[in-house]
């Protein structure tokens, strides 16, 4: 066996990555369970130069099967799940004379947050209900033409309670993309590999809030009062319609499983599933027989790590519930409706840059606590900012960090939990799905803070913020000082718990051979 540098995954030296790559695969690889495996005839006879051309190729391949649909898909989840905050600036609240559903400040907000309720109760049991099928190329489009008719529904609503109506079925039916496509990338992407691809998934979260405010924008301008209809209808009938052609388009794009996809070659195929075995020490996802409810949640909520993530999650999205009204907090500028939802681009365009560039150095170091923590603080500085100041440029400042400051280390520390809990893959899809829906459990008391009359600073919204931001810091330093515990274990050759501990028993050895918590 090969050794390796005690940094893990990530290491910049590109010769010693190749080694360590190509000696791998010619040799035995532990299993949790003490035992060794051969890899397969296909890839133990590769070369070094063939290994690493091989898995070059193969990696830009499944890049450019997955990445493009799931990012377009989750823009238009995430499109259709905050659409509405646009809506209210195109005329949701108006009295019923003007074309609105005369919501009252409250009522407009329990809206908002009634989605979240369905979210979090889905989340669990789809992605479970995901790992035992093994089929996402049917699961995850199926479940989006659904959602786009439920979010064009919208435009028909014709009243508070029609409309919570369909906000709550939206929300159950949507709780199925995000943690589906968490889980669905770690089953094709080795840690090293998955910070960046988790943050690219993401971005289309932030990409829709640069188009929504866009799209908002020019439908407000040009199709208000159009065949009388007003613009916030027209906002969902158009979002929801895209969405339900993507879906279609999705169907002929996207792959199931490694062990199950047919664009693969029989050598494609064990290279994909060999590398991961490599990367976690055993098998993934098999088959459907393989994969129980029960006893993946149970794992997941045995292990300590998993609340530990929640509460760090937790953290994140709750200081980030800013975003879920950003078009009403930019509007405390004092601009017009169209100008602010214009406003709204540059926020989340300087948020997708940051992200990309946060995420690739995350994995190309192999570090994430830093690449978690640091963005945090400008999120911190920035709802000070707006918490303590009226004039304009401060604000404006502020409102462009808030974006930025919350989600730059946001897709590394959805990565870090499959790079924490990497097996079984049961465990991985409930852990996964469970702590996305507490984490998404702030979004529903949230949206609360931020009633009218609480701007232009929104104090006690600010303030929650910063208390979110700076707990979601502290949770990431206790989970890496676990994590370095356990890394010393494995080096002493102790054996932990999903985990592979390879020269047991041999102080040193473990270091540079098998399972290594990415820290």
């Known amino acids: 066996m090969a050794t390796s540098d005690t940094k893990g995954y990530g290491d910049d030296n590109d010769n010693k990555l190749a080694q360590h790559v190509s000696d791998a695969s010619l040799v035995d690889v532990p299993t949790i369970t003490g035992t060794r495996r051969e890899p397969p005839e296909l890839v133990k006879n590769l070369s070094l130069e063939e290994r690493q051309h091989l898995e070059t190729a193969l990696v830009r391949k499944i890049d450019l099967r997955l990445l493009p649909m799931l990012i377009l898909m989750y823009i238009m989840n995430y499109l259709d799940r905050n659409n509405i905050a646009s809506a209210r600036l195109a005329g949701l609240q108006d009295p019923h004379s003007k074309g609105g559903l005369d919501l009252t400040s409250t009522q407009y907000l329990t809206a908002l947050s009634i989605l979240f309720v369905g979210y979090l109760l889905m989340q669990i049991p789809s992605n479970l209900f995901l790992n035992k099928i093994g089929k996402p190329a049917l699961y995850l489009p199926t479940v989006m033409i659904i959602w786009g008719v439920i979010s064009a529904a919208t435009a028909g609503a014709q009243s508070y309670g029609g409309l919570i109506a369909i906000r709550f079925f939206l929300g159950f039916v949507e709780a199925a993309y995000f943690p589906g496509c968490l889980f669905f990338l770690s089953s094709w992407y080795t840690r090293k590999e998955l910070g960046f ?14 188009f929504s405010g ?24 158009i979002e929801g319609v895209i969405t339900i052609f993507f879906a279609f388009c999705s169907y002929f794009a996207l792959p199931n499983f490694p062990r199950t996809t047919s664009w693969l070659t029989e050598e494609e195929r064990q290279l994909a599933i060999w590398r991961l075995e490599e990367d976690i020490g055993e098998d993934d996802w098999i088959d459907s027989s393989q994969q129980t409810f029960f006893h993946g949640m149970n794992l997941a909520f045995q292990d300590i790590k998993t609340w530990i993530l929640m509460v760090l999650l937790f953290g994140f999205v709750a200081s980030g519930t800013v975003t879920n009204l950003f078009p009403t907090v930019v509007a405390t500028l004092g601009y017009s409706d169209v100008d602010s939802l214009l406003l709204t681009v540059p926020p989340y365009i300087l948020a997708v840059v940051t992200s990309f560039c946060n995420a690739w150095h995350a994995d190309k170091t192999g570090e994430r606590y830093f690449h978690i923590t640091l963005p945090l603080y400008f999120a911190v500085i920035a709802f000070i900012i707006a918490a303590t100041t009226t004039t304009i440029g401060p604000r404006y400042f502020a409102m462009m960090l808030m974006p930025a400051g919350v989600y730059t280390g946001y897709g590394v520390a959805l ?7 990497p097996r079984p893959p049961a465990k991985r899809a409930a852990a996964l799905a469970a702590i996305n829906a507490v984490s998404n459990c702030s979004s529903i008391y949230a949206s609360y803070m931020y009633p009218e009359s609480a701007g232009p600073r929104y104090i006690v919204a600010m303030s929650v913020n910063c208390v979110m931001a700076l707990m979601a810091i502290c949770m990431a330093t206790l989970l890496r000082f676990i994590l370095v515990g356990l890394n010393k274990k494995l080096d002493r050759g102790e054996p932990v718990e999903g985990a592979v501990a390879v020269g047991e028993g041999v102080p040193g050895e473990a270091s540079r051979r098998g399972f290594r918590f990415v820290l």
């Open 197 to 210: 691809r988790t943050a690219m998934l993401y971005s289309g979260a932030l990409l829709s809030g640069a």
């Open 214 to 237: 866009l799209i908002a924008a020019g439908i407000k301008n040009g199709l208000d009062g159009a065949r009388g209809l007003r613009a916030w209808r027209w906002l969902f009938i």
């Open 415 to 421: 990565g870090w939990i499959s790079n924490t809990l």
